[in-house]
């Protein structure tokens, strides 16, 4: 879509205190940009408008020369709430890497191929996956988190030297990096990453549990018993909130038990985690890939705490995620990779299947950016 020069303006990023919005422009032009009393000014080709310094659980006004309001660009929207107490920890997440990945917008099926545009880098270029982790990398190093979660996806089809391109390139965040394998991590080697979850990243105030969701060799998902009894006893035993990670989302408990095979976590093995989330005040979230969308859910059996879905970060909208943990609760804050050479393949790739991919992928803003108290 695009308003005049204005191309694809989007109120991206909101936090108690800041809100970011994206767009691009033909040239170099110069747009300003203003929320509330706030005014910045960018030049193109690609526009990342950040202002801060604003108060939290507030009402802004939002304009951009030149760009009409719609449902990705609000007139007006809500600050998040600042969670109570102290702030804690900071976390941030990436999932659906894909290194070694050569085509973007296949989705294995040659009807649904067909639906097109495919993308590939062009000659000369660096690989796609390689330029967008380059840039997430970067803008999580100047975050500084405490600990960094993979969720799975880390690779194409598994092969040993995309892993080891993944471990070079997030390895250069430290023993702070922490990763769990996905359904593409175990289409050749079945025992790539197997057995390294589950497992617990011990934070100031907060513990993270780290789940493996695979089945080798397929793309749906599971959580063993042992997982699930391993979770149940934690969250029976631990004494700070848990976060928990996996690859898979689980399926929507609410819906009527499907027949056939479903493409996330199976809905025996779901109904069974979210009866541990039930039972456990301590479980404060599951935060999933897969499905390359910002998706949040909440049911009542399970406490209404959320169950969250991020986009992915190899095409748009070159997602990653970041959470502050305070001592009353978090915020969630989904993060568009800003990199110029990382928006110019976002822009291009939101036109994936026949153009619908930008709403599937990117959400509603409260589902990715969102407040909630322990």
């Not at 030049?43 to 408008?49: E, I, T």
């Not at 080697?189 to 695979?214: C, F, I, N, S």
């Not at 039930?278 to 399970?302: D, P």
Request: glycine share 10%; proline share 6%; aromatic share 10%.
């Amino acid at each position: 879509m695009n308003i005049g020069n204005i191309g694809n303006a989007e109120l991206m990023t909101i936090g108690p205190d800041e809100a970011v919005v994206t767009f691009s422009t033909e040239g170099d032009e110069r747009v300003a940009s203003r929320i509330g009393s706030h005014e910045v000014t960018t030049v193109g080709p690609y526009h990342v408008a950040r202002v801060t310094g604003l108060e939290p659980g507030t009402e802004y006004e939002l304009e951009v020369d030149g760009a009409s309001h719609d449902h990705c660009l609000p007139a007006t929207f809500m600050t998040l709430e600042r969670p109570p107490g102290r702030l804690l920890t900071t976390i941030a997440t990436a999932n659906d890497v894909h290194f070694g990945e050569i085509e973007c917008g296949r989705v294995g099926d040659v009807l649904e191929d067909e639906i097109g545009p495919i993308f590939r880098s062009e000659a000369g270029e660096p690989p796609y996956p390689e330029t967008m982790n380059r840039a997430v990398i970067a803008e999580m190093e100047a975050l500084d988190p405490d600990a960094v979660i993979l969720k799975g996806d880390l690779t194409n089809v598994g092969a040993e030297d995309e892993f080891q391109a993944f471990l070079d390139a997030y390895g250069q965040l430290g023993p702070r990096m922490h990763w769990v394998r996905g359904n593409h991590d175990a289409m050749t080697d079945p025992t790539l990453g197997a057995g390294k979850a589950p497992y617990t990243v011990e934070l100031d105030g907060v513990t993270l549990a780290v789940l493996d969701t695979v089945i080798p060799g397929i793309d749906r998902g599971q959580l063993s018993t042992n997982q699930i009894q391993w979770l149940d006893d934690l969250a029976r035993s631990s004494t700070a909130p848990i976060l928990v990670f996996g690859h898979h989302h689980i399926w929507n408990l609410e819906a009527g038990y499907p027949g056939g095979e479903y493409f996330g976590v199976n809905p025996a093995d779901s109904i069974a985690f979210a009866e541990v989330v039930g039972r456990h005040e301590s479980i404060a979230g599951y935060f999933a890939g897969h499905t390359h969308r910002n998706r949040v859910r909440q049911f009542a059996g399970a406490r209404h705490v959320p169950f969250c879905e991020i986009a992915c970060t190899k095409d748009y909208p070159g997602a990653w995620a970041e959470y502050w943990v305070y001592e009353g609760g978090y915020t969630q804050a989904v993060r568009r990779v800003v990199a110029p050479e990382a928006m110019a393949w976002s822009e291009k790739t939101r036109h994936m299947f026949a153009g619908l991919y930008r709403d599937y992928a990117l959400g509603p803003l409260e589902h990715r950016c969102f407040t909630y108290r322990f």
